[in-house]
């Protein structure tokens, strides 16, 4: 239990805890109400610790734990657009003419707020370029080499198996690749859940790596700027996706009806379990995103502020 809590809070507080759990409890088991709690604490105190809640730590920090909430997000948003595309896929053949007006803003939009959103973070990994190499030169790839072999690791994998994938789909009839085949339909999913936890792991060995490196108060502002920035990209995203959302369904709902991954959550028509899905993983994304995007904006403030001072 606790593990919930930072190392250097368990180094501190750690064997106060473990005698008052052991006072309070004896040898019976901890009550799952404890243990939430305890759990809730715990995690609040990484945050804090992160910089992500709290005062405890400087404006800088707080501003990269913005940020780092902020790319967070946009991982969410590459798994829910990928999601969104595969399902979006022709859906111009089915449309009439005249009805693709409103969609095909909408949908254009999307496309082109991710393209927008790919340049700002990769404008954000070539700011971050000099802060990295400072730090292999200073402490070597020890504190950095789990997550990178993680993530290349597991980006390989993914990799490999979608390659696979896109062979065997080759000599595939269009049947069987839409659910004639169930065991290419199971494989789908597995690459789909490789690609997945790619993006995971790339994204927690980014964050893990960021937060290690020695970077600049001009630096981090940038930082700062673009992930509000993102933040408002994500926001178009969103408001595109809705928006096709809706116009299809009142000018094409064939295009929903026949999209893939129908028949798990859908209660009508309109209501697709993917893009139920889509929507949820966007939200709650984008909800991160504004927290982050928050963050930057006072750490901002209070680092202008103090300087003022000066």
């Given at each position: 239990?606790?593990?919930?809590?930072?190392?250097?809070?368990?180094?501190?507080?750690?064997?106060?805890?473990i005698a008052l759990l052991e006072d309070t409890h004896g040898t019976s088991d901890v009550p799952f109400r404890d243990r939430l709690s305890i759990a809730?604490?715990?995690v609040g105190e990484r945050a804090r610790l992160a910089g992500?809640?709290?005062?405890?730590t400087g404006p800088n920090e707080r501003l990269r734990a913005g940020a780092l909430l902020v790319l967070c997000a946009w991982s969410m948003f590459i798994v829910a657009g990928s999601i969104f595309a595969k399902f979006s896929e022709g859906w111009r053949l089915v449309t009439p003419i005249a009805d693709r007006g409103l969609s095909n803003d909408a949908y254009s939009a999307v496309v082109w707020g991710s393209a927008v959103g790919v340049a700002i973070v990769v404008a954000a990994a070539f700011v971050i370029i000099p802060g990295f190499i400072r730090l292999v030169r200073k402490a070597g790839w020890a504190p950095i080499r789990s997550p990178m072999l993680r993530a290349m690791v597991v980006g390989a994998a993914a990799v490999a198996l979608t390659a696979g994938l896109i062979v065997w789909a080759h000599h595939l009839s269009y049947h069987d690749r839409n659910g004639g085949l169930v065991?290419?339909?199971?494989?789908?999913l597995l690459c789909c859940l490789a690609i997945v936890a790619a993006i995971a792991t790339s994204t927690a060995a980014a964050v893990s790596v960021t937060r290690r490196l020695d970077l600049s108060q001009r630096t981090l502002r940038a930082l700062g700027a673009m992930a509000v920035g993102l933040t408002l990209i994500m926001t178009v995203i969103v408001a595109g996706t809705l928006t096709w959302w809706a116009a299809i369904a009142t000018d094409a709902p064939r295009v929903l009806r026949n999209g893939i991954g129908n028949g798990v959550l859908v209660t009508s028509d309109i209501l697709p379990s993917t893009l139920v899905i889509v929507g949820v993983f966007m939200l709650i994304g984008l909800g991160i995103a504004a927290l982050g995007a928050v963050r930057v904006t006072e750490s901002l403030r209070s680092s202008i502020s103090s300087h003022r001072r000066r």
């Amino acid at each position: 239990m606790l593990g919930w809590y930072p190392p250097s809070w368990r180094a501190r507080y750690g064997d106060e805890m473990i005698a008052l759990l052991e006072d309070t409890h004896g040898t019976s088991d901890v009550p799952f109400r404890d243990r939430l709690s305890i759990a809730k604490a715990g995690v609040g105190e990484r945050a804090r610790l992160a910089g992500v809640l709290g005062d405890s730590t400087g404006p800088n920090e707080r501003l990269r734990a913005g940020a780092l909430l902020v790319l967070c997000a946009w991982s969410m948003f590459i798994v829910a657009g990928s999601i969104f595309a595969k399902f979006s896929e022709g859906w111009r053949l089915v449309t009439p003419i005249a009805d693709r007006g409103l969609s095909n803003d909408a949908y254009s939009a999307v496309v082109w707020g991710s393209a927008v959103g790919v340049a700002i973070v990769v404008a954000a990994a070539f700011v971050i370029i000099p802060g990295f190499i400072r730090l292999v030169r200073k402490a070597g790839w020890a504190p950095i080499r789990s997550p990178m072999l993680r993530a290349m690791v597991v980006g390989a994998a993914a990799v490999a198996l979608t390659a696979g994938l896109i062979v065997w789909a080759h000599h595939l009839s269009y049947h069987d690749r839409n659910g004639g085949l169930v065991i290419y339909g199971w494989f789908f999913l597995l690459c789909c859940l490789a690609i997945v936890a790619a993006i995971a792991t790339s994204t927690a060995a980014a964050v893990s790596v960021t937060r290690r490196l020695d970077l600049s108060q001009r630096t981090l502002r940038a930082l700062g700027a673009m992930a509000v920035g993102l933040t408002l990209i994500m926001t178009v995203i969103v408001a595109g996706t809705l928006t096709w959302w809706a116009a299809i369904a009142t000018d094409a709902p064939r295009v929903l009806r026949n999209g893939i991954g129908n028949g798990v959550l859908v209660t009508s028509d309109i209501l697709p379990s993917t893009l139920v899905i889509v929507g949820v993983f966007m939200l709650i994304g984008l909800g991160i995103a504004a927290l982050g995007a928050v963050r930057v904006t006072e750490s901002l403030r209070s680092s202008i502020s103090s300087h003022r001072r000066r």
